[in-house]
Structure formats: structure tokens, C-alpha cells
């Protein structure tokens, strides 16, 4: 062998070790980026899998069955993916490594001292042998680490959720319940004191008037303090334990890194209720808008608009049907938000020619009938839920709108103090009736069974006939009402704020059945939930349970 070619031996072998070096590390690094994210991957220990099997225990039935089986395959693919993806991944790795060593030993034996960096070969063959074999080497390796990218193992995703109606009327979802209506399934606790049905209280961590959640066996709210320094202010989400109440996790989600804008003197930064279907869903008069999976980790967050209004943000969000619904009715403009839920992608966005408002979105949600509803001055609205169109106002609603709509006997109702109480008929927004004594300007309106419950500022509870507008009983009481009534299956609940709640027979005629009292001022809505009533008071958090 002459010495030209020894040296173009050499020069080709140094080649191969240098791309053969370069496609072991690229091998190496996806191997090690592997690793650290499914090194702790058990599929049955997922924290969505396991939200969904306890909410199979609670409440079993098909859709949720089909959604565990999809989600436990979906796990099951991406961890034995990750195992095929290391063991193929290994053998590159070891054949980038023998061929880089055999290169270099190679290289050694035809010159073992180093090569003249730019020898020349004389043979012309030898000239274009390097770059092509250069180009080569690079192409082949550039094809199998393209390869082994789209062989890269299914990434273990956040699931689309899938919203199913039974798991979210079998829950309290949102402020109010299902849709925001004041409606609760089953029958409750109708006596209790502080020590008396309590199954379990903890003291608040932050104050907040927004009002508790609750999906599957947890219960979750939000709480806030004044500071508006990035660095010491807080603005969490808590997780409690629906059986024995203990903290399972907290979430400090303050993210803007701006200066914010003061809280509102009666409503601080944690007065809109968060949502749950699943994950949890919280926004803040900040303008942040967050969403946490049931193990409290950030899935997506967003921040709104900037928020601007005399008291505060105050409005809840809603969840249906895969989508989030955030009203944002504000001194200069005025917009009600639908995102989608596992992405906080906007869906549509839709302007509202109103004044500044508090109250929160409503929704009828009949099967082919679904319509949402908003409360606002100077009109009330219906708007499709899926794309967002206008479908009717009613005019005349006036005033600093705050509470929210409520349906019962086939009809829908608003009202606001200095306004008037409307009786509309859901497909066209026509007034059936019309009433304007002792009206709420915080509380929202409930109804059930042909029944219609109001409680106001002034400490008027009154019960009508939802059809007729007749006013059926009332009682007086001495504190405001700022908590919305509830209304279950046998019962009505009003709370005021002083913290004594006021239980009625869901009748037509007066039959107070209880008064109940806890220490500490209440303007939350509790959350009724598979026998539990959840209380907030501005110290601590009850659940209350017969015992």
C-alpha cells in the first residue's frame, strides 16, 4: 500500500469516527431525555386514572368505565413504547460506539502519528473518494437518527377529556352547582352547629369569597391575599379531602409579572369560584386563568384581558360540554370567553354591549336545548353554547348586575335589585311575569319543582310560584344574604352573613325546619354533594354530614 493511500485510509477513517462519535452522543442524549421522562411511569398509578376509577367506585357506569379502559390503554402504549424505544436505542448506541472505536483503531495502525491536516492525496481518485465518503457517512447517519426520531415513543400527553353529563351532575362542578342553577340532587343534613353532623372543619389558609368545588372525593377552593409583588404574593388553589378534610395538596399559581391591579375592597383577588370536571380550572382578578391537573400541577394557564371594575372581578366560570365559559363584563369592554378545556385554546369570543356586571354565566342544559344564559344591564342574554351566536336579549334589567339566572316550571329567571324579576321564556326571551319588591343585588335566585326562591341584601327570603309570579311565603330575617339559596329535592337552604343558614320545607306553604348556626361571616355558596354540605365561612371550611 503506498503512502498516499495509507493517508487517504486514514483521512477516511478519521471521517467515520467523527460522524460515528457525533451519532453516538445524538443516541446517547434521546436515550438519557428517555429515561428522565418515563423513569417514573406506572400506568396504574396515573393521577387521572386513578381520579376516574375512585369516580367509577362513587358512581358507576358505562361512559366512565369506557374512559378508564381508554386512558389505562393509552398509559399502557406510551410506558411499553418507552421500553422498545430504550432497547432499540441501546443497540445504535452500540454499534455508533464499535464503529467509532473501530475507526480509530484502524486510523492508528495506517498512521500513528497524526495526519497533516490538509494533505492533499496525489491520486485523483483518492481526491473525490474523501468528500463522498464524508457525504456518505453523514447521510446515512443523518437517515437512522431521522428514523429513530419517528420511531420516538408516543409522549405521555395530557388525555382529551371527555365530557360525560352523568359524572357532571353527579358532581358540584361550578359556583351553584351543575350549570350555575342552585340546584342540588338527593336529600342533606337539615340541623347542625358546631359541633353537631360537623364530619370534619379546617382552618382557611387565604381569605377568598369564592365558593367551594367538589369532584369524586375532593373538595377545592381558591384564596388570595392583597399583595401585588410577584415575589411575596399569593394566589393558590387548595385540595382537601372530601372524608376527613385533611389538605392534600396547595398550589400557588401567581404568575404575571407585571404590577397588578389593587383588589377590589369587597372582593379581593379570590372572589370567582373555580370549576371542575376532572382537572380544576381557577381564575383570579389578576386576570390569571389557570388549569391544574388532580395531582395540582399546571397543565395550561392564560392570562385575560385586563380586569377593570368598580368592586373587583367577581365572576365564576362555568364548565359543559369540553368547554370553560369565563364572562368578563368590564368598564371598557364587555366579552363572554368559551376555551377549550384541555388546552385552553379560545373557541369563540363574543362582545357584549353592557355595563360593568358580577354576575356569572348560567346554562340550560336539556339534551338538543342547550342555551347560556347571562344576567346583565341593561339586558339578559342567550347565547349558544357551542358557537357563541346571540340567540335573544330581554331588555330593562338595570343596575349593578351580580346575581346569576335560574330556571324552574319551564321558565327562566333574572333579577336584580332596583331592576325587576323576570319570568322569560327560554326559546324566545318573552316576559311571562314581572315582580320588583325585596329583590337580591348579590344572591342568586333558585328553582325547582315550579318553585322560585329569592334572598336579598334587605334579609327577604321569598318563595313564588314559578309560574304565576304569586308570591306564596317569605320570612325576614336580621343579617344580609349574600350566599345564593340551594334547593334539593326536599329542602331550600339560605345562608347569611352572620353564618346562620335557614333550611325551609321545599313547599308552597312556610314551614321553617331549621337554624343553624357557625361561628364566622359567610358570603360563599356552600356545595352539596352526595350527602356532604360544604361551608365556607371567612375562617374555616366545614362539611357537614349526618353522623
Not at 322560585?452 to 314559578?466: E, F, P, R
Amino acid at each position: 500500500m503506498t503512502e498516499d493511500t495509507k493517508k487517504t485510509a486514514a483521512r477516511l477513517c478519521t471521517q467515520t469516527a467523527l460522524v460515528s462519535g457525533i451519532f453516538s452522543c445524538i443516541v446517547a442524549a434521546l436515550l438519557l431525555i428517555n429515561y428522565l421522562q418515563f423513569s417514573e411511569v406506572k400506568p396504574l398509578e396515573y393521577s387521572h386514572l386513578q381520579d376516574l376509577i375512585q369516580s367509577n367506585i362513587q358512581n358507576p357506569g358505562h361512559e366512565i368505565k369506557t374512559r378508564i379502559r381508554d386512558l389505562d390503554l393509552l398509559e399502557r402504549r406510551a410506558f411499553f413504547s418507552s421500553r422498545r424505544y430504550a432497547a432499540h436505542g441501546g443497540i445504535l448506541l452500540g454499534i455508533g460506539i464499535i464503529l467509532l472505536l473501530s475507526s480509530l483503531a484502524v486510523r492508528n495502525r495506517l498512521s500513528p502519528s497524526r495526519p497533516e491536516s490538509f494533505h492533499k492525496p496525489e491520486n485523483p481518485v483518492h481526491q473525490w473518494l474523501l468528500p463522498v465518503w464524508f457525504a456518505l457517512c453523514v447521510g446515512i447517519i443523518s437517515a437512522v437518527t431521522g428514523f429513530f426520531f419517528s420511531a420516538r415513543p408516543a409522549e405521555r400527553k395530557k388525555p382529551v377529556i371527555t365530557f360525560a353529563l352523568s359524572d357532571y351532575t353527579a358532581s358540584w362542578p361550578c359556583f351553584r352547582g351543575p350549570g350555575n342553577l342552585g340546584i342540588a340532587k338527593g336529600t342533606y343534613p337539615v340541623k347542625w352547629n358546631e359541633t353537631h353532623n360537623v364530619k370534619w372543619s379546617v382552618a382557611v389558609p387565604l381569605k377568598g369569597y369564592s365558593s367551594p368545588v367538589i369532584w369524586s372525593n375532593r373538595v377545592y377552593i381558591t384564596g388570595s391575599d392583597d399583595k401585588t409583588d410577584e415575589n411575596e404574593c399569593a394566589r393558590s388553589v387548595f385540595c382537601y379531602d372530601l372524608a376527613t378534610g385533611e389538605l392534600i395538596w396547595e398550589k400557588n399559581i401567581a404568575f404575571i409579572k407585571n404590577p397588578v391591579a389593587q383588589p377590589g375592597e369587597y372582593t379581593g383577588y379570590a372572589s370567582s369560584t373555580p370549576a371542575v370536571y376532572i382537572n380544576i380550572y381557577a381564575v383570579f382578578g389578576t386576570g390569571e386563568l389557570v388549569c391544574l391537573d388532580p395531582g395540582g400541577n399546571v397543565v395550561w394557564r392564560t392570562q385575560t384581558d385586563p380586569l377593570d371594575t368598580a368592586y373587583g372581578y367577581s365572576s365564576s366560570l362555568l364548565i359543559f360540554s369540553n368547554m370553560l365559559y369565563a364572562q368578563y363584563d368590564q368598564e371598557n369592554s364587555a366579552v363572554i370567553t368559551a376555551y377549550r378545556i384541555h388546552d385552553g385554546t379560545a373557541v369563540w369570543k363574543t362582545k357584549r354591549p353592557v355595563m360593568p356586571g358580577w354576575s356569572s354565566p348560567s346554562i340550560i342544559y336539556e339534551e338538543g336545548k342547550e342555551m347560556l344564559v347571562i344576567n346583565g344591564n341593561p339586558f339578559v342574554a342567550a347565547y349558544n353554547p357551542f358557537t357563541g351566536t346571540e340567540l335573544w336579549r330581554a331588555p330593562e334589567m338595570e343596575g349593578e348586575v351580580a346575581p346569576s339566572a335560574a330556571v324552574s316550571g319551564g321558565l327562566l329567571f333574572a333579577v336584580n335589585e332596583f331592576g325587576r324579576l323576570m319570568a322569560l321564556e327560554p326559546e324566545s326571551g318573552t316576559r311571562k311575569w314581572e315582580a320588583f319588591d325585596d329583590l337580591p343585588d348579590v344572591a342568586s335566585p333558585a328553582g325547582s319543582d315550579g318553585l322560585l326562591v329569592t334572598a336579598s341584601s334587605a334579609g327577604y327570603i321569598v318563595c313564588y310560584d314559578a309560574l304565576t309570579g304569586s308570591r306564596l311565603w317569605e320570612h325576614v330575617g336580621d343579617e344580609s344574604f349574600y350566599s345564593s339559596p340551594i334547593i334539593t329535592e326536599d329542602a331550600v337552604y339560605a345562608t347569611d352573613r352572620s353564618g346562620t343558614t335557614f333550611v325551609f320545607s321545599a313547599s308552597r306553604t312556610k314551614k321553617l325546619l331549621s337554624v343553624n348556626p357557625l361561628p364566622g361571616s359567610i358570603s360563599a355558596t356552600a356545595a352539596f354533594c352526595k350527602g356532604n354540605i360544604v361551608i365556607r365561612t371567612d375562617r374555616a371550611l366545614y362539611c357537614i354530614a349526618v353522623k
